[in-house]
């Protein structure tokens, strides 16, 4: 489910306000984010007068040139007390309040714009951000050289002053490997996939995904130790290559697994290992962004063993049709699989 869509929330377009991609999109917008949200509306038409709403509304506050400073601010409520201030009218008050309160209320949305492009921009200026779009990998290099791999639809975030802490601390939201480097200092590497959930190495190669609640560390060199400080008990889980641990809120689960079947994605290439059609199918949605409807006769847990390249959609889903010998049609922009 999209967190946008989320049938708990009453508020979608404050959801998209707060959201920092979505921010991205429009404040600091380049091709890879036009193309996401494009995309994303033309799958959720449903949600678009919202997305086009809190988008005005965003703009509206960051018009250019306007710099925010402090004395902006007293101006602004200076403005404010002068067009509320009481002024001599020889008619009933009720009438004088129904004049000024028109006055009244554009003032108050004037200084709730400048606060909140003051959040904005604090917020900016606090973490540096890297998001991938469907179909897309990133390889890139954090400040204290520990390499990372961005998997396609995934976000990755850390603070700024990054050097100034004692631990380093990187957020991940989608799918990432790392290749963390140990430093003199023993300083912690720490990563939040989930709110929960915290990974915490000194120097070692491991992989992390998280999507739909669910959440999965595959060790592949070194030593890990996972903490998990939401589960109903809270525990501490001390990792070694070839392990795989799974959480969902629900229960923690360990296994030891082939950790190439699972990193393989970064060298462009998928690995199968007796995988079902239905992870398949998962990996499309969530990989590519693409609608995918399975007919009421395929068996979505057979599975297959082998490796295929990793390249667009098309062929992503032209290679599961050969492998699992299904028939894949694109049919009003959704693969059908018959």
Sequence with gaps: MNR???PESSYPLQRFLEDPVFQDWVLRPDQSLEDYWHDWMSQNPELQPQVLEARKILQEINTPPFQLRESDIQGVWKKIQ??????PLFVAKQSAFRRFRPAWIAASFALLACLALYFLMNLGSSQVIYRTGFGETLALTLP?????ILNANSLLTYSSDWHSSQVREVWVEGEAFFDVQHLESHQPFKVYPTSGVEVEVLGTQFN????????????????????FTDSPKPSKIL???GDLVEYDSQKIQKKRVNPEAY????????????TKLAEMV?????????????GPGVDLDQSASGSMPLSDAQSFMRLTAKIFNVRVVYRDSVYQIE
Excluded: C
């Design 82 to 87: 002068q067009d509320i201030r009481p002024k």
């Design 4 to 6: 946008f869509s989320d």
């Design 208 to 227: 992390v995904y998280h999507r739909n609640r669910q959440t999965k560390v595959l060790l592949s060199e070194g030593n890990v130790t996972m903490s």
């Design 282 to 294: 998962r990996m499309a949605e969530e990989n590519y962004g693409i609608a995918v409807e399975v």
């Design 239 to 241: 990792m070694t290559p």
């Design 144 to 148: 204290d050289s520990s390499k990372v």
């Design 263 to 274: 990193v393989s994605w970064t060298k462009n290439v998928l690995q199968l290992e007796s």
